[in-house]
């Protein structure tokens, strides 16, 4: 069984940061991609950031020049550094990682972010 734990969210003051972090553990095996996806209240989910196997990524254009998606394979963790955030950036944000022979995608239990004065 696979297991996904986030950490990291909390509120925060416009223009601050947060670290997230998801840890994946159990029979999980060749990951390929790990990424962010975020869901503000009333809005659909929406891919924030994403890292290839190989270190490549890709990000949102509303979070372009502030997020940051890394990676740790020797943890089977992924990383999002977000700076200067704004009240836009509201959401529970959620990991999500595709792995194993026959690509599977795995979902962690989202993490709130408040961005607020």
């Known amino acids: 069984q696979v297991r996904l734990v986030e950490s990291g969210g909390g509120l925060v003051q416009p223009g601050g940061s947060l670290r997230l972090s998801c840890a994946a553990s159990?029979?999980?095996?060749?990951?390929?991609?790990m990424g962010w996806y975020r869901q503000a209240p009333g809005k659909q989910r929406e891919l924030v950031a994403s890292i290839s196997s190989g270190g490549t990524t890709s990000y949102a254009d509303s979070v372009k020049g502030r997020f940051t998606i890394s990676r740790d394979n020797a943890k089977n963790t992924v990383y999002l550094q977000m700076n200067s955030l704004n009240p836009e950036d509201t959401a529970v944000y959620y990991c999500?990682?595709?792995?194993?022979?026959?690509?599977?995608?795995?979902w962690g239990q989202g993490t709130q972010v408040t961005v607020s004065s």
């Open positions: 999500n990682i595709q792995a194993g022979w026959v690509t599977t995608t795995y």
């Open positions: 159990g029979s999980i095996y060749k990951i390929s991609v």
